[in-house]
């Protein structure tokens, strides 16, 4: 059974950081591109980050320069460090793992800022 877990949300102010993680069970980790998405209310989910198994990675405009995503295989887990926040980053994330067609989701996790 594939299982992807993620962990990290909360609350920051502004200006703040955090970092998600996501444990990947059930998959091969290293064959899978790993990305994270994230929906805010009233809006379509987006993707912000991806990482493909040869450690390319790529990231939205809207965070690029302050978002890193990063993957520990060992762990089989992949992590998005979250620099500077803004209130527009405010959404559930959800990590993402994609080989050939075969697609999974996390169950997401909650990221408020606010001062």
């Known amino acids: 059974q594939v299982q992807l877990v993620e962990s990290g949300g909360g609350l920051v102010q502004p200006g703040g950081s955090l970092r998600l993680s996501c444990a990947a069970s059930?998959?091969?980790?290293?064959?899978?591109?790993m990305a994270w998405y994230r929906r805010a209310p009233g809006k379509q989910r987006m993707l912000v980050a991806f990482?493909?198994?040869?450690?390319?990675?790529n990231y939205d405009v809207s965070v690029k320069g302050r978002f890193t995503i990063f993957k520990d295989g060992a762990k089989k887990t992949v992590y998005l460090q979250m620099n500077n926040l803004k209130t527009e980053d405010a959404a559930v994330y959800y990590c993402?793992?994609?080989?050939?067609?075969?697609?999974?989701w996390g169950q997401g996790t909650q990221i408020t800022v606010s001062s």
């Open positions: 993402h793992a994609e080989f050939a067609g075969h697609e999974y």
């Open positions: 059930g998959i091969d980790f290293n064959i899978y591109t």
């Open positions: 990482l493909s198994p040869d450690d390319y990675r």
